[in-house]
């Protein structure tokens, strides 16, 4: 398989992996039957982390060795508090008055905020038809969150601004594989990430009282099942191949995946009785367009 195919077939599994992951927190902190909260949004973000870190802890520990200096630990602490840590309790919060749909179409502000980190911090130098592209993108996120605001429930702007500062971590910590940890292996970087958060993760879960919920919530059995999905496969697994997409493509390519994660998010959002229009759909044209001459040249140097 070229390489070019297999990136594109990456990111659309990602898309899909990652798209499905908004119901799956809604999922994990509300019965979908009786509508009984079962985890709060904090005690979600603490165990999906959590999960994770555990699965993920043995395998960090033969890679630390490969530490050679401050400035790689750094870059690993910001993939793991900004590229995961962090956006993971900013999404749950987000969607205690969102709705999972709209909280997908949010996530695609990460190719914008990939650009510009690329140019202000790490001083990359851009082609123009990138820049287009990004432009059109932008243009279409703009359109789809308008089309979609329906979808939204009574959220405030403090749960808008969190996804979008969800976004810019994700962004940061994009720009920090490709600059900082190329020379380092996607599982070894993967694994270690989430060893750096697991201490604060399992803190967080105790001092807001999952084991109560788990103990004494008569659905948190299930609430637990949607929230191990969530962190073994939409972010342990899923991260790791991320990573790799990083390092075999471009970090714009990379995080053009959220581009193609609302279209998932609101697919799984209508099996869940939320709505779809034909402007939506429109919109989703204009991203998939902007995708598409964003990476025309990326794609080929990759």
């Known amino acids: 398989m070229q390489k070019e195919t297999k990136n594109w077939l990456t990111l659309l599994f990602l898309a899909c992996v990652w798209g499905s992951s908004f119901i799956l927190m809604k999922r994990g902190m509300i019965d979908k039957a009786s509508g009984?909260?079962?985890?709060?949004?904090?005690?979600?973000?603490?165990?999906?982390?959590?999960?994770?870190?555990?699965?993920l802890?043995?395998?960090?520990?033969?890679?630390?060795?490969?530490?050679?200096?401050?400035?790689?630990?750094?870059?690993?602490?910001?993939?793991?508090?900004?590229?995961?840590?962090?956006?993971?309790?900013?999404?749950?919060?987000?969607?205690?008055?969102?709705?999972?749909?709209?909280?997908?179409?949010?996530?695609?502000?990460?190719?914008?905020?990939?650009?510009?980190?690329?140019?202000?911090?790490?001083q990359q130098r851009l082609n123009r038809l990138q820049v287009v592209g990004v432009v059109i993108g932008a243009i279409g996120i703009v359109w789809l969150m308008m089309a979609g605001a329906d979808l939204?429930?009574?959220?405030?702007?403090?749960?808008?601004?969190?996804?979008?500062?969800?976004?810019?971590?994700?962004?940061?910590?994009?720009?920090?594989?490709?600059?900082?940890?190329?020379?380092?292996?996607?599982?070894?970087?993967?694994?270690?990430?989430?060893?750096?958060?697991?201490?604060?993760?399992l803190i967080l879960g105790w001092y807001y009282g999952v084991q109560d919920t788990i103990i004494n919530n008569p659905h948190a059995l299930s609430g637990l099942g949607y929230i191990?999905?969530?962190?073994?496969?939409?972010?342990?697994?899923?991260?790791?191949?991320?990573?790799q997409l990083i390092a075999n493509s471009t970090a714009l390519f990379a995080s053009s995946v959220t581009y193609f994660i609302p279209m998932v998010a609101v697919l799984f959002g209508m099996l869940d009785g939320e709505r779809i229009t034909i402007y939506q759909v429109l919109a989703m044209t204009v991203i998939l367009t902007g995708v598409y001459i964003a990476n025309k040249i990326a794609v080929k140097r990759v």
Request: with cysteine.
């Open 57 to 122: 802890g043995p395998f960090a520990i033969q890679h630390l060795s490969k530490i050679k200096n401050l400035k790689t630990v750094l870059s690993i602490m910001i993939v793991g508090f900004l590229g995961n840590f962090i956006p993971a309790f900013m999404f749950t919060y987000a969607e205690t008055e969102l709705s999972s749909g709209y909280a997908g179409m949010l996530n695609s502000f990460t190719p914008i905020f990939t650009l510009l980190i690329g140019m202000i911090v790490f």
């Open 228 to 243: 191990s999905i969530l962190s073994l496969v939409g972010t342990a697994l899923a991260v790791i191949i991320f990573n």
């Open 152 to 201: 939204s429930s009574s959220g405030s702007w403090w749960h808008i601004m969190a996804i979008v500062l969800a976004t810019l971590c994700y962004a940061t910590s994009v720009n920090t594989i490709k600059n900082n940890l190329q020379g380092m292996k996607p599982f070894a970087i993967t694994s270690m990430a989430f060893l750096f958060t697991l201490l604060p993760a």
């Open 36 to 55: 009984d909260e079962i985890f709060s949004n904090t005690q979600v973000g603490a165990l999906r982390m959590a999960l994770a870190g555990l699965a």
